[in-house]
């Protein structure tokens, strides 16, 4: 399969001038991410960057949080009859103070300015523009006196450049570069506070460029503040030597003369304000060769992306769906880079600022990230693992101060940027428990995937062990096991329903919720398998043994009787007709890898029923409750892609978007209120969604189109799997054609047999015919095996 060329395949076109944030195109390198917009008068290109964000932060009333059992002990007291903890006026004046470092406007990412690309209106007509996601490069379209011409932008992918080139077919005796002028433009949102950019114009060299010092602190409100860790960025722009240039009235801005040989050069730099000084490192001038070579490194990197898996599917709409998403994922994340927060690396003013566009670990943050195993992206991962290293010092801070327990009590919030509090301590949503095992969880799988020691030795043992510590703990507190239980139970209390809730007087919907009861499960197996995997089983003998005990003593999934028959719920005694926001019901099925397809009859009958039943408002559901129907076999793609079209923007990227009114919206709530808060990094997974419908591997045994028609063609490129496996398959006209795999690990082979006649192996030492409804067979590193029906 050329799978280069099945992304060329998928362009994202607009038809007319893209005036709006969410109608340009997405360009990025990882760090770098710009959006191209175009007016009737110019093109502005904005720009953003991973690494760049405004690092204050407010960290007050540290000495007023108090601890977890100071705080429970107070919680207990409030009668069960009130309606909510708040009417209680010391919980309210608590929360209200909890929560005010975060009603600060930072920390948040910062948008580094924008490039415009003045024309004259009379005689230049945009016509729309064209991104081409196999290589990166975006065409915008337009008639210059009547005749065709076309500006070319791409980001560099080995570097903080952007470039934008006249294409050469343009440039005739009639149609000379017909921009006029070029302006840098600084962010309007810039907080006043900041001190005031510094500018640069320089004529001669025809170059333009702006620094911005990103304070540690408030000067404000910390005179003596330490500068040495103040952060800067620069923006630059440069023409080509040969584009005549004038001075302007306006700030940052060239007036251009015409010119045939058009090309544009534009840098970020950012890092430490002692690093990214006041004097300006010089650009070369842009020449058609040193564009040209930027263009072509450019393309290998996006070709060497798009080498490591693909997909071929009848059904046009969910390829599209898989190359576009898996273009923006690549623009967005890198491991080089800070790991994107809730909307990646495109912003401007406002855009991509809700909720500080932190690090929300009660799935947000996560879910890109689920795409990378399959897809064969796992180095993408790498940039969680580095947030998660980065979360860890005040993770286990918290557990040990707040908490008095041991290991690490991930947090409900967090930001790439030092703390020494929790920036979201508020109980309501802080006592989240789901977090802590659901941070470290992808950890897991990375070594799942690749089965690399190494990675799992000094990369993701100790967040997982500090994460299995601290589960043990708060399990065996008092408070959450004994007679007052009725039972010997070690149980997850008080915890909170994501999104969903609160703390309720008397805790009657704050104990064993079942996202946190699926996640502290697998984390426990997990941890015991890494023992083993590591030879660690007796230097953690301890540990494993308190495991253990939890484990033999751990509570059941609630469940109760809805219309659709048995289903499991969020919480005990809960009513099975609740709007969630999350899908709590379904996250036994993923991410809890629990049950699925491997099920015995009756628990599957109970997790299809779960998934029927599901109501959901929408806004977290796109990518989390689809995913989990693929898992059981029951996803109706059409609905499914229904559901994404619902939620697609102009730029090709689906926002959240709600679906019912009854759980925390009203009737009159806006269904599309945040389509514009900004790039919704977290839908980048939905690939993932069809990995999964072509081949399941989460249980160690390879399992073939388990949620697709076998009528409808589909061909896979080497897709990830469980074992450090890379596959392919093709399936048409009612049966499986062929299944080819690699094996990176020499891992034990363990696959469903899709043909029950019986299977032909052929691999090196030889063909050999199978039977059974299971296959095993051990592997060597680096060998080809083929199957095909017998």
């Not at 309007?188 to 004529?203: A, H, Y």
């Not at 689809?626 to 102009?650: I, N, S, T």
């Amino acid at each position: 399969m050329n799978t280069f060329h099945q992304a060329s395949q998928h362009a994202i076109l607009y038809d007319r001038p893209a005036v709006h944030f969410f109608e340009g195109a997405l360009l990025g390198n990882g760090g770098l991410g710009a959006v191209v917009t175009t007016r009737p008068d110019s093109v502005l290109i904005h720009f953003g960057h991973n690494n760049v964000w405004d690092i204050r932060i407010a960290e007050q009333n540290q000495d007023q949080l108090g601890t977890f059992e100071s705080l429970f002990a107070r919680l207990k007291e409030i009668p069960e009859h009130y309606d909510s903890l708040s009417e209680e006026n010391w919980y309210k004046e608590y929360v209200a103070m909890a929560a005010e470092n975060y009603s600060y406007p930072y920390p948040r990412p910062m948008p580094c300015g924008s490039l415009l690309l003045g024309f004259d209106q009379r005689t230049t007509e945009v016509l729309g523009h064209t991104l081409h996601i196999d290589n990166g490069r975006c065409d915008i379209h337009f008639l210059v006196h009547g005749a065709p011409a076309t500006l070319q932008v791409f980001v560099d992918q080995q570097a903080d450049r952007l470039w934008v080139a006249m294409k050469e077919e343009s440039l005739t005796d009639s149609i000379a570069s017909f921009v006029n002028r070029l302006k840098l433009i600084p962010d309007p949102s810039t907080p006043q506070e900041l001190p005031r950019f510094q500018s640069m114009v320089d004529i001669s060299s025809k170059e333009v460029a702006f620094r911005q010092t990103l304070p540690y602190s408030d000067r404000e409100e910390d005179a003596s503040a330490d500068i040495s860790q103040d952060r800067a960025f620069r923006l630059s722009a440069k023409l080509s030597a040969t584009i005549p240039v004038q001075e302007s009235d306006q700030e940052l801005e060239l007036r251009l003369g015409s010119g045939t040989d058009f090309f544009v050069c534009v840098q970020l730099e950012e890092g430490l304000a002692s690093t990214v000084t006041e004097l300006v490192k010089p650009i070369d001038s842009p020449t058609k060769q040193s564009c040209e070579s930027a263009f072509s490194e450019s393309e290998r990197s996006w070709q060497a992306y798009w080498s490591r898996s693909g997909v071929a599917l009848e059904d046009a709409f969910l390829e599209q769906m898989w190359y576009r998403n898996l273009y923006f994922f690549h623009c967005s994340v890198k491991a080089e880079a800070t790991c994107p927060g809730i909307f990646a690396n495109w912003s401007y003013g406002r855009i991509g600022a809700e909720w500080h566009g932190d690090y929300h670990m009660n799935y947000n943050t996560q879910q890109p990230f689920w795409v990378a195993f399959s897809s064969n992206h796992v180095d993408k991962h790498l940039a969680y693992v580095n947030m998660v290293d980065h979360v860890l010092p005040i993770s286990q801070k918290w557990a040990k101060n707040y908490y008095g327990l041991r290991g690490a009590y991930y947090p409900h919030s967090a930001y790439p940027v030092e703390m020494n509090v929790m920036p979201y301590p508020v109980p309501h949503w802080g006592w989240e428990i789901c977090e802590t095992p659901w941070t470290v969880q992808s950890l897991w799988w990375h070594y799942l995937y690749t089965m690399d020691k190494s990675f799992l030795a000094e990369r993701a043992f100790r967040p997982m062990k500090e994460a299995v510590l601290f589960m043990v703990d708060y399990m065996k507190r008092p408070d959450a096991h004994g007679e007052s239980w009725g039972d010997d139970r070690y149980h997850i209390f008080p915890t909170v329903v994501p999104e969903l809730y609160e703390l309720t007087p008397g805790f009657k919907k704050n104990s064993d919720c079942i996202v946190d009861l699926t996640l502290t499960k697998f984390l426990f197996h997990a941890y015991k398998q890494a023992c083993s995997e590591l030879e660690r089983s007796e230097d953690e003998a301890e540990l494993l043994a308190e495991v253990e005990e939890v484990l033999l003593k751990f509570p059941d999934y609630p469940v109760a009787q809805s219309q659709r028959g048995k289903v499991f719920v969020s919480v005990p005694s809960e009513d099975p007709e609740v709007v969630y926001n999350v899908p709590n019901g379904v996250s036994t099925v993923f991410p809890g890898e629990d049950h699925g397809l491997h099920s015995d009859p009756e628990t599957y009958e109970i997790a299809v029923n779960s998934y029927r039943n599901h109501r959901n408002e929408g806004g977290n559901d796109l990518v989390f409750y689809h995913l989990a129907g693929a898992r059981l076999g029951q996803l109706d793609l059409e609905r499914f892609k229904r559901h994404v079209a619902y939620c697609m923007l102009p730029n090709g990227t689906c926002t959240d978007k709600l679906l019912q009114s009854g759980g925390r919206y009203s009737d009159t709530t806006e269904y599309g209120y945040m389509g514009e808060m900004g790039v919704w990094f977290e839908n980048f997974a939905l690939p993932a969604v069809i990995n999964e419908c072509l081949l399941q591997s989460y249980n160690g045994i390879l399992r073939f189109f388990p949620n697709w028609s076998l009528e409808t063609r589909a061909e896979f490129s080497t897709l990830r799997a469980v074992g450090g496996f890379l596959v392919s398959a093709e399936a048409n006209q009612g049966d499986i054609q062929w299944i080819e795999i690699y094996s990176e690990a020499g891992s034990e082979l363990r696959l469903y047999n899709p043909w029950e006649q019986g299977v032909r192996c052929l691999r090196q030492s030889g063909e050999e015919t199978k039977f059974g409804h299971m296959i095993t067979m051990p592997t060597t590193p680096g060998e080809h095996i083929r199957f095909i029906r017998a």
